[in-house]
């Protein structure tokens, strides 16, 4: 679906990124981690558009695209949810879903057309609410990720990118955010990209996992036969030698598919 | 928005969080969701409606004029004034801006109008058009500097607030003060026109609450069509009858003074246009979105700099219109312009009728409800003969019972977050 191909990217005298690769195919979550700093959000922005690529391609269902803006991403179907949110609290989630994008009907609002859309969504979703007309400052932070996470669902993408989902949310809170995650991929065949520091969130939802260290690749591990402690060697660099290789070499190949 | 009932439909059920206090049907069920909204700060504008009663109850109890026919008419002529700068201030406060120059946008404006009639020979009517279009300039001028520069509103409505003082009194040039007392000319018929035939204040009652009615069923049948919750057709009943009842109050009132009175009606007009705008335009979701997250409006694709000027220029045209009103009413304008209290009432008003200094929340309607409250104590106390000060004093206590009011409802929603 959405394959980056020796990106590379400089700050100044910062090399944020240097000849990074990643796959996304549909209905796949991969887990993106790595140290802070590593340029995971780095990575993320040039997808989303923010930041622009030094070089390296981006190929998207196949074909290279370029994405200068935001916007170019949007429309080719790749959703980003911030790690600030970025929802206003005063305004009720119908509000927040649409913001921007109101529905209208002769000009003015279309307050139960959007409502009724907002329900769907939720209710598709799975996702429980005490009432779509409350404000979200009223919302508890699991909820309110999940409101942010259906925004970006309302323009029907096809790979959607999570910037730490988890990191401000308690264990229940977290436990729902995670069978959103499942559910975006499982029933809506979504290609998810997880950022996150949380080895356990890593281990129960991803397929795939992608180490950035230092701005490089340092392995891409299939889930099913890889250990945290490789993983996190892998992250911190700790024990950067033969058998994490060796491990990485072994299960490279296969996350590729 | 935040009061439409979430009883009805049974499709709300299943959303709802079993551990949320399950809002119930019936008058327990009202009562239940009433003081969950006190616990959570959504109080809306009952505090005040509750102050309004409390206040007119004393003064009527202190003198019984108070609440005769002819003091209340003259009470609703003279919010007017107050009341246009107070609903522009409330677009303001929206966005979580202040605006300090009102006071002397409506002073120089008021004296452009005079000029440009008396000295320049403008008709009424263009003067009016030529003040309300300053105005509209004053405001874009705040509001460029405000977006595009980067200068605080603070600072900037500061330096409207001297400057523009400085225009109103060159403006009045030497001679320093105008009358205005062409009777029948337009700005003497702003607040001067009754309509005297008893019906006419039946007929705007009965009119606005089948209006309120229409709309409302429309609503809330289109909405169960769609399978959301609605309001009962109960309620919508209900409602619009307590509305009916109480607008045919008011006209049985102005009809045993001197008839319904044109300025509060288009005070009303313009207070009906402007909370429109805001809950039913894409632009009022806009003012309302950057008002509560200037990041989450900016990557929703708003144009926030266009939305602050546009929002400083609605203000400079209703501290324009203010000013003509204050002009007309005064029939005529001196040195001392609309006066240095009309910018801390108009503030005071917005914030005493609900709308938060902390951006995001209100109404157009609040600035009504405010200004009624802060004319109620200034004409109170003028019919008791209590000087200024205590006035200043008294009104000042109110103000800071607002937005003590507004902040600790602040504070409970954030505490209040469920599940
Ligand atoms: N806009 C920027 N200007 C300069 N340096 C930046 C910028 N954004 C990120 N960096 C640098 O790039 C590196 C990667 O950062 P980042 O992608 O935020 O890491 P992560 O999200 O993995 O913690 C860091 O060294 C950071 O200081
Ligand atoms: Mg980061």
């Known amino acids: 679906m959405l394959a980056l191909r020796g990106i590379s990217k400089r700050f100044g005298a910062v090399q944020a990124l240097a000849d990074v690769d990643l796959e996304v195919h549909a209905g796949e979550v991969v887990a993106l981690v790595g140290d802070n700093g590593a340029g995971k959000s780095t990575l993320v922005k040039t997808i989303a558009g923010v930041e622009t690529i030094d070089s390296g391609v981006i190929e998207w269902q196949g074909r290279p695209v370029s994405i200068g803006k935001p916007h170019d991403a949007t429309n080719l179907g790749i959703a980003t949810v911030y790690q600030d949110l970025a929802l206003a609290d005063n305004l009720d989630v119908v509000g927040n879903l649409f913001l921007g994008r109101e529905i209208r009907r002769f000009g003015l609002l279309d307050e139960v057309e959007m409502e009724r859309r907002s329900r769907e969504l939720l209710d598709t979703l799975s996702i429980k609410i005490p009432s779509v007309r409350i404000p979200v400052a009223s919302l508890s932070g699991g909820q309110r990720q999940t409101v942010a996470i259906s925004r970006s669902l309302l323009g029907d993408p096809k790979v959607v990118i999570l910037d730490e989902p988890t990191a401000a949310l308690g264990v229940e809170q977290t436990a729902q955010v995670l069978d959103l995650v499942e559910r975006l991929r499982d029933e809506r065949g979504l290609g998810v990209i997880l950022i996150s520091h949380n080895m356990a969130d890593v281990g129960a939802v991803a397929d795939k996992v992608a180490v950035l260290r230092l701005g490089r690749n340092n392995g891409t591990f299939g889930m099913r036969d890889t250990t945290q402690e490789q993983i996190i060697s892998a992250i911190t660099g700790a024990s950067d030698n033969a058998v994490t290789r060796r491990a990485a070499r072994q299960t490279g190949p296969e996350g590729e598919k | ?419």
């Not at chain 2, 000029?115 to 300039?137: D, K, P, R």
């Not at chain 2, 603070?154 to 400085?166: C, D, P």
């Not at chain 2, 039913?280 to 979701?285: A, I, K, P, Q």
């Not at chain 2, 203010?322 to 040195?335: D, E």
């Open chain 2, 1 to 419: 928005m935040s009061d439409t009932d979430q009883t009805a439909a049974p499709a709300a059920a299943a959303q709802v969080d079993p551990r949320l206090i399950l809002a119930e049907g019936g008058v327990r069920g009202y009562l239940r969701e009433f003081w969950r909204r006190v616990r959570g700060g959504e109080l809306g504008s009952i505090p005040v409606v509750v102050g309004l009663i409390v206040i007119w109850a004393i003064f009527q109890s202190l003198n019984s004029g108070f609440l005769s026919p002819s003091y209340l008419t003259e009470l609703s002529i003279n919010i007017v004034a107050t009341g246009m700068l107070a609903l522009g201030i409330v677009f303001v406060l929206l966005l979580g801006e202040i605006d300090l120059s009102i006071g002397s946008v409506s002073s120089a404006c008021a004296a452009i109008v005079a000029v440009a009639n008396q000295t320049w020979g403008l008709s009424e009517g263009l003067s009016i058009l030529l003040a309300v279009a300053a105005g509209l300039a004053m405001g874009l001028i705040h509001g460029f500097f405000f977006a595009k520069i980067g200068v605080p509103a603070f600072i900037v409505t500061l330096a409207g607030l001297l400057g523009w003082l400085g225009v109103s009194l060159w403006v009045l040039g030497k001679t320093g003060s105008y009358n205005l007392t062409n009777s029948n000319g337009l700005i003497d018929l702003l607040t001067n026109t009754y309509f005297e035939e008893l019906f006419w204040g039946y007929l705007v009652a009965i009119v606005v609450a089948v209006v309120y009615f229409v709309i409302s069923l429309r609503g809330s049948l289109a909405r169960r069509r769609a399978g959301i919750p609605a309001r009962s057709v109960t309620e919508v009943i209900i409602r619009s009858a307590v509305l009916a009842v109480v607008l045919l109050a008011v006209a049985v009132v102005f009809n045993q003074a001197r008839g319904l009175p044109l300025a509060p009606l288009i005070f009303l007009a313009f207070i009906l246009i402007a909370g429109f705008v805001l809950n039913h335009t894409s632009y009022g979701r806009k003012v309302f979105a950057v008002g509560g997250s200037i990041e989450a409006a900016r990557r929703a694709g708003i144009n926030v700099a266009a939305v602050r000027i546009s929002v400083f220029a609605i203000s400079g045209t209703m501290a324009a219109i203010g000013g003509v009103f204050y002009a007309s009413v005064n029939r005529g304008v001196t040195q001392s312009g609309t006066g240095q209290q009309i910018l801390m009432y108009a503030i005071a008003a917005a914030v005493i009728g609900g709308t938060s200094l902390f951006g995001g929340r209100g109404s157009a309607f609040s600035a009504l409800l405010g200004v009624l409250v802060i004319q109620s104590i200034a004409a109170g106390m003028n019919l008791l003969g209590i000087t200024n000060y205590a006035q200043y004093m008294v009104t000042g206590i109110v103000l800071l019972a607002a937005v003590v009011i507004d902040s600790v409802s602040r504070r409970s929603q954030k505490a209040s977050g469920r599940a």
